[in-house]
C-alpha cells in the first residue's frame, strides 16, 4: 500500500502552468489528504485499541477512509450521523454504501445529535476521531506531505511556491503551512465562513504558527451543485486528464482563477482524493438537472 510520495504532474490553462500534487493516486481506497491525517493510526501500533468512533455528515471522505482503515486494522467502527432520508440510504456507490459494506455501523440521531456528538465520551478502547479529523493526530501524515513537497521545490529551484488547496475544517493547509516554511499555502473556505476556518484551525494552533492565506469564498455554499462551478471542473478534468473532486475541487478552481492574477510564480494544486463521492454528487447534480439547476 502506497501511503507517501505521490507524483507530481502538470498542465497549462488560462497561459499558466499548474502543477499537481496527485495525492489521489496514493492507494485505491485510501487516499487523498484523509489517507495523510490517518496516516499516523495505520503506522503505529495501538494495542489498547480495537473500535474507532466518529460523527459528521453521511457522505463524507473521512467517513470512508475511515472504514477503510478500521478493515485494515480490524477494528469495529461506529459512525454517528444524523437521520437520514429514504434517498440517502438508498443512494447506490455512495461513500455511505461503500462504508456500510467496509462494516461502519451507522447510528442516526436526530435532534439529540450536536448535544450526543460535542459530549463524546470513550473507553480505553475507543479511538475517537472528530469531524473533519480537526485534530493533531493529523499532524504526523501531513508533515510527511510537505517534505515531499519541500524536496520537490528544492530539487526544481523553485523557491517561494504557491500552494494552494480547498478546506473543509481547514487542518490540511494548516499544518501544511506550518511545514513549508519556505513557501506559501493558499486556500479557500469551502464549509462556512472564512471567519469560521480560522476559528478551526486556530483550535489546533497550539504554538501561534502563521495560518495559511484564505481567498474568501462568499458565495458558494457546501456540497451544493452549481451549474456554472460543474462546467468548470469538467473543463479542467479534460484539460488536464485529471479527475478532480465534485465537492470541494470546484469551488476550489473557481476561486482560485478568480484570484490567479494576485498570485506570482509556481502554483501547485493539492489534489486531496475523495473520488469516491463524486458519484453521488454527480445524481445530486442530474436530479437537479431535471428539475432546473441552481446557477
Ligand atoms: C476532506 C477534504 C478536503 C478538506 O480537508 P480539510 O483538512 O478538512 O480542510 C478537501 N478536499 C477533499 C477532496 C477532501 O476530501
Not at 455511505?96 to 440521531?109: A, V
Not at 499544518?175 to 499555502?185: C, E, G, N, S, T
Not at 480560522?198 to 456540497?223: G, H, K, T, V, W
Request: aromatic share 12%; hydrophobic share 35%; glycine share 6%.
Amino acid at each position: 500500500m502506497i501511503l507517501n510520495n505521490s507524483p507530481i504532474s502538470q498542465f497549462e490553462y488560462k497561459n499558466r502552468t499548474f502543477f499537481v500534487k496527485r495525492d489521489d493516486l496514493l492507494d485505491k481506497n485510501f487516499n487523498g489528504n484523509k489517507a495523510r491525517k490517518l496516516a499516523c493510526y495505520l503506522e503505529h501500533d495501538f494495542q489498547e485499541i480495537d473500535t474507532i468512533i466518529s460523527y459528521g455528515g453521511n457522505q463524507s471522505n473521512l467517513m470512508y477512509s475511515l472504514s477503510c482503515l478500521a478493515k485494515l486494522k480490524n477494528w469495529q467502527f461506529i459512525y454517528y450521523t444524523r437521520s437520514l432520508s429514504k434517498t440517502v440510504k438508498n443512494n447506490k456507490y455512495s461513500n455511505l454504501e461503500l462504508s456500510i459494506k467496509n462494516g461502519m455501523q451507522l447510528i442516526e440521531l436526530g435532534n439529540e445529535y450536536s448535544q450526543f456528538t460535542s459530549n463524546l465520551t470513550t473507553t480505553p478502547n475507543q479511538l475517537i476521531i472528530h469531524q473533519g479529523a480537526l485534530q493533531k493526530e493529523a499532524e504526523y501524515g501531513i508533515k510527511q506531505l510537505a517534505a515531499e513537497i519541500n524536496t520537490w521545490a528544492e530539487l526544481n529551484h523553485l523557491e517561494n511556491i504557491n500552494v494552494f488547496l480547498p478546506s473543509g475544517t481547514g487542518t490540511t493547509a494548516f499544518f501544511l503551512q506550518k511545514y513549508l516554511d519556505k513557501h506559501k499555502v493558499i486556500t479557500t473556505n469551502c464549509v462556512g465562513s472564512r471567519d469560521y476556518l480560522i476559528e478551526q484551525m486556530n483550535s489546533i494552533n497550539c504554538n501561534n504558527s502563521q495560518l495559511p492565506f484564505i481567498f474568501d469564498n462568499q458565495q458558494y455554499r457546501f456540497a451544493t451543485p452549481y451549474k456554472e462551478l460543474l462546467n468548470l471542473i469538467l473543463e479542467i478534468n479534460k484539460v488536464s486528464q485529471i479527475e478532480f473532486d465534485l465537492i470541494y475541487d470546484p469551488v476550489g478552481w473557481k476561486i482560485l482563477l478568480e484570484n490567479l492574477k494576485t498570485i506570482k510564480g509556481t502554483i501547485l494544486y493539492l489534489h486531496c482524493g475523495g473520488l469516491t463521492g463524486n458519484y453521488s454528487m454527480l445524481q445530486r447534480y442530474n436530479y437537479l438537472n431535471n428539475k432546473s439547476a441552481t446557477s
